[in-house]
């Protein structure tokens, strides 16, 4: 009897959920003439209780659609809010572009694309609905990506903190930038215009200028010197000007080796600094998971030896749109990576990639005992002992995944900070034993750890000991 009875029950709410479903008749009076239902979204379109989001298009063409809130009570729509400058229309967004409005629980999303292919912004603003059902601005966010490499510079975090109150009636982007203090930017260039005439004959044929300053690099009487950052398709070029009496330049130092031109490249995230003799060249780098890195490459000219030599290497870490790094702060110097000059070095120090890229990495090796099977730690008097040679870098150093992998799950990600480093090797005439307790260098490839027998994050594979 009591199943029958809950049977019945359950046949009762699922009439009561059908009928609670709005159908495109219902809304039809919402709909001003002249406009086509395109999409909508939201809870009141299945509950008994909710809102509703129409998404609207008008059969002549306007700059803006129309988006409509209705509240839905038990089968009964009144029409909330209406917005008609906020999303375009879909004609405006350019041939990758398009716009994603929608309504979920009590959180309202414009996402929208524009751009091309070789240019593509991603914008997304959020609104959420306050208990005396209004709904209010939350959040803007914009990342802006050349041929697949976001313009790091270009990202954008804009929230009611710094705006105030923003009804979604009243809404437009142009507002809310307006209201946070920020000029609204109609960039979909694929690089910024650095078209300097006076640089144009340093510039290689086939080299496009990506970056440049000017300022004093060798401490002489003539002051406008310049660095100059040019690329192509496969390498940077990175010159050293210096001015010379009558206004032009010589050609003082060039390095083509130490800006690489790979999948994290993009222009748009370098810039330079050049100030009493030291020149900085900043760069933006993506890592992961829209997270990326702010490296400072500093050089420092010396006048004895008339040569500009490393003088300091700083990376900091930022996770998506914080403004502020993460205390995790590589900090180098020359105690560290010794002494380097601007025409030898072929790599950043402490930055290395995983597999295939071979890497030279030195410190000194020890052994260190681990807990294994079966719990790995967790239950100590019955796991395993094991005993693992890991080397301690001579300072910590960061090895970067890859920034658009096919598959994210099984990607290798960026690991930063790393102080020490489980090593090994399939060659059995490498013995570790030997080279116990000392300072060793070592060649190989970077893994990720993925067994429970590695105990790093990262490991090492050991081809060759070079000292």
Avoid at 333 to 350: A, V
Avoid at 353 to 361: C, D, G, K, R
Wanted: proline share 3%; hydrophobic share 35%.
């Amino acid at each position: 009897m009591r199943t029958t009875l809950f049977i019945l029950q359950l046949l009762c709410l699922g009439i009561v959920t059908s009928n609670a479903q709005i159908s495109e008749k219902q809304l039809q009076p919402f709909i001003p003439k002249g406009y086509t239902l395109a999409n909508t979204s939201g809870d009141g379109l299945k509950k008994q209780s909710g809102d509703i989001l129409l998404e609207l298009i008008s059969d002549e063409f306007n700059d803006f659609e129309t988006l409509i809130l209705l509240h839905n009570e038990k089968g009964k729509l009144t029409q909330i809010a209406e917005n008609s400058g906020l999303m375009m229309s879909k004609e405006l967004y350019g041939v990758s572009g398009g716009n994603y409005p929608s309504l979920s629980g009590t959180v309202l999303s414009i996402d929208y694309s524009i751009g091309s292919s070789s240019s593509l912004s991603d914008i997304s603003i959020t609104f959420e609905k306050t208990k005396d059902g209004y709904y209010l601005f939350k959040q803007y966010t914009s990342i802006t990506k050349n041929h697949g490499v976001e313009d790091l510079k270009a990202r954008q975090k804009i929230t009611a903190a710094q705006t105030g109150k923003i009804n979604f009636s009243d809404a437009t982007e142009e507002l809310i930038l307006k209201k946070a203090g920020i000029h609204s930017v109609e960039n979909n260039e694929i690089f910024f215009d650095k078209d300097q005439p006076q640089f144009g004959k340093y510039i290689p044929d086939g080299f496009q200028l990506a970056a440049f300053a000017e300022g004093d690099l060798n401490a002489d009487e003539w002051k406008k010197d310049a660095v100059l950052l040019s690329f192509n398709e496969n390498q940077c070029n990175i010159q050293l000007l210096l001015q010379q009496k009558n206004g032009t330049y010589n050609t003082a130092q060039t390095n083509n080796k130490l800006m690489a031109v790979d999948e994290s490249f993009n222009p748009n995230n370098l810039q330079l600094v050049v100030k009493n003799g030291y020149f900085t060249i900043e760069q933006k780098v993506p890592v992961g998971d829209n997270h990326f890195d702010q490296r400072y490459i500093t050089f420092k000219y010396d006048v004895a030896q008339k040569n500009w030599w490393l003088h300091r290497f700083d990376v900091e870490h930022y996770s998506v749109f914080d403004t502020k790094p993460s205390k995790d702060v590589t900090h180098l110097t020359t105690k560290e990576f010794g002494k380097i000059s601007f025409t030898e070095i072929q790599n950043l120090p402490g930055v290395y990639q995983f597999e295939p890229q071979t890497s030279v990495i030195s410190g000194t090796l020890t052994k260190k005992m681990f807990y294994g099977r079966p719990n790995y730690g967790k239950t100590p008097e019955k796991d395993e002992k094991v005993w693992v040679y890991i080397l301690k870098p001579d300072y910590p150093f960061n090895v970067y995944g890859d920034t658009d992998p096919q598959d994210p799950e099984t990607a290798d990600k960026t690991v930063v900070n790393i102080t020490e480093i489980q090593v090994y090797s399939s060659d059995k005439k490498m013995v570790f034993k030997v080279w116990e307790n000392k300072k060793i260098k070592l060649q190989g490839i970077f893994q990720s750890a993925r067994t429970g027998n590695l105990f790093t994050k990262v490991i090492f594979e050991v081809k060759k000991n070079l000292k």
